[in-house]
């Protein structure tokens, strides 16, 4: 039994990162001067997803192997996805 979790671990993981190595395109980026949070909306047709779900999102130009779970903050039937993200720290500024 031990066997067939760990198999379908590694397939989940290979799948993952398979599919995250696809481009994402950027669609807007937003800056929400009352909160200081940055609005971030990019096209993904592949990514299928329910309210209160959450993505991992990486930025290459800062770092190609951090990847930070965000919240996504738009609703599974808008044409575009997309996190509110408050800056807290280094990565997020």
Known sequence: ?????????FGERVWR??????????????VHPAS????LRFSKPSLRYQAGQWVY???PDVSPYQWHPFSISSAP???YVS???RPLGDWTL
């Open 1 to 9: 039994r031990s066997i067939v979790g760990g198999v379908l671990y």
């Open 17 to 30: 990162e398979i599919t995250s190595r696809r481009e994402t395109a950027v669609t807007g980026v937003w």
């Open 36 to 39: 200081g949070a940055i609005e």
């Open 57 to 59: 999102l990486c930025v």
């Open 77 to 79: 039937e808008d044409p």
């Open 83 to 85: 996190c509110h993200i």
